[in-house]
């Protein structure tokens, strides 16, 4: 009989954590993060500053933009390297990368999550066009945010007459995961997590490579009745850790909320949006969803749409899934974003992006920081701050039709309806139809050469891009062309007779 898995503190756990290992850590922004461990092993470097020269892997960025997540782990001799798909909610960690002291890499969230997989069958990597033309392009730097950071990860390879990147594999040591409950032989099931993310393939990669796996859990059960709940099964994990409640809160925002591993049949009822610009582009975005359609939601303005569809008596409609892997309800936000209220399933992060990478969306509604002439997005770079681009290259890329949400201009914008007509009470102070956007992370040729959809919404134009670059196609009633929208752009758009914004859009 195999023994028992081996209970231990979490500082006994982080303790057998080598030198120089790639840590594998599991979760979604602040759903399924290893809080416990992430603490202990902070603590224990602090107190004996060991282990040292870590490189961390990760996929979504499991943080709180302040001091929870992979902010513990903030320290340039605990890591050596960081290997991440998002950055935002890690504040600490990307301070690290613009000092110059640590290596960094941003990679994209379905891509990493994949790699993990194809790490545990000791595959050479992922081959996939996500990415192609974009910064995480070799030509274009592979990822790379610093110039410490050297070694290319990326590369470009042609298969079949086609062009494809292949982003390396290379070993994963340590795993830390989490669930919510194991039996005595470390058999792990989550009945009380919002995602399962990426636990299993964090898991057999690091068996798979000599290394060890640390679990923490909510509680110890005597057996497991359904053999099928089990997602991670005990012959991969090293050691078990039931974590205080406080160190394991379902996500950052909340402790506990039973409507995101709930599949009860019930409405999702927010609160009505007061009138904004927000509600402008919530509601014009909406117009391109169509009645079955497949929808994923980005973070930030996009959310405003299942908000829209509920007030409008649409949400029935279509199906909204999240990245993370629910796939009905209407996604959570903030610091609970990856999960969803009241889901019809959820899956695992990867087999999601599978689905999203073979082209499953039918739309993807996704925030915008600058857009240039030529349809091309950045979402990532700023104002001496890197955000990371998530899983927006993966979905981005592979949508049938994509809408970008932004604010026409940015920084203290203020709009006002007259009736059904749009005044600009006080204009945004920053540009984001730039000549040309900082960090490419949807390039809009590309778009064009595989023949997606492409639309821009703003609160006073929508735009569309066409093989000529940005044509500007609709403008809102009360705005004037050449005072609100030209000579507040960087670049002169393409017009084809731009028609009206439509007024329900307005209504306050």
């Not at 050596?80 to 110059?100: E, F, I, M, S, T």
């Not at 379905?110 to 069958?121: F, K, S, T």
């Not at 689905?355 to 700023?382: M, Q």
């Not at 932004?406 to 006002?416: K, N, W």
Request: glycine letters at 10%; hydrophobic letters at 45%; a neutral charge.
């Amino acid at each position: 009989m195999r023994a028992a898995a081996r209970i231990v503190s979490a500082a006994e756990a982080v303790a057998a954590i080598p030198s120089g290992a790639t840590v594998a850590v599991g979760g979604f922004v602040g759903a399924g993060h290893p809080e416990a461990l992430t603490i202990a092993l902070e603590q224990h470097f602090l107190k004996t500053q060991t282990p040292r020269d870590l490189t961390l892997v990760y996929g979504a960025g499991q943080g709180d933009r302040a001091e929870r997540g992979l902010n513990h782990l903030a320290h340039a001799n605990l890591l050596k390297r960081v290997v991440g798909g998002h950055w935002n909610l890690v504040p600490k960690l990307g301070q690290l990368a613009l000092a110059n002291q640590i290596e960094a890499y941003n990679l994209p969230q379905g891509v990493l999550c994949g790699l993990l997989r194809e790490i545990a069958a000791k595959r050479p990597g992922v081959f996939t066009k996500v990415g192609l033309n974009t910064f995480v392009d070799p030509r274009n730097g592979g990822g790379r945010l610093n110039p410490r950071t050297t070694e290319p990860l990326v590369e470009c390879v042609t298969l079949d007459s086609q062009e494809w990147l292949r982003y390396r594999a290379f070993p994963i040591t340590v795993g830390l995961i989490r669930a919510t409950s194991a039996d005595r032989k470390g058999n792990l099931t989550m009945e009380r997590e919002g995602v399962i993310a990426d636990v299993l393939p964090i898991a057999q990669a690091a068996k798979n490579h000599g290394g060890i796996v640390l679990a923490q859990v909510e509680r110890i059960v005597d057996s497991i009745a359904d053999p099928k709940s089990v997602r991670v099964p005990g012959t991969l994990v090293d050691f078990l850790v039931v974590a205080d409640p406080a160190q394991h809160p379902q996500t950052f925002g909340e402790p506990f909320n039973a409507a995101y591993c709930t599949g009860a049949n019930r409405l999702f009822a927010p609160a009505p949006l007061p009138f904004s610009e927000r509600k402008i582009i919530g509601r014009r975005a909406l117009r391109e969803i169509r009645s079955g359609d497949i929808v994923n939601l980005g973070i930030g303005l996009p959310e405003t749409v299942a908000v829209i569809a509920t007030e409008m008596g649409r949400f029935e409609e279509f199906t909204l899934t999240v990245e993370s892997g629910p796939t009905g309800g209407a996604p959570a936000s903030g610091l609970s974003f990856g999960c969803s209220h009241f889901p019809e399933a959820i899956i695992d992060q990867p087999a999601q992006f599978d689905f999203y990478d073979g082209g499953g969306l039918d739309v993807a509604v996704l925030g915008a920081l600058e857009v240039d002439a030529e349809g091309s997005v950045n979402v990532s770079a700023f104002a001496g701050r890197f955000a990371g681009v998530g899983g927006f290259v993966n979905i981005a890329q592979a949508a049938k039709r994509v809408v970008f949400c932004c604010t026409f201009r940015a920084g203290a914008l203020q709009v006002a309806a007259e009736g059904t007509a749009l005044r600009i009470v006080k204009e945004g102070q920053h540009a984001k139809f730039v000549k040309r956007v900082q960090q490419v992370c949807f390039h809009g040729p590309s778009a064009i050469a595989r023949g997606q959809q492409v639309l821009f919404v703003t609160e006073r134009a929508v735009f569309e891009l066409t093989p000529g670059g940005l044509t500007l196609r609709e403008i809102a009633p009360g705005i004037d062309l050449t005072r609100d929208i030209l000579s507040r752009m960087e670049f002169v758009p393409a017009q084809s007779e731009p028609r009206e914004m439509p007024p329900s859009c307005f209504v306050r």
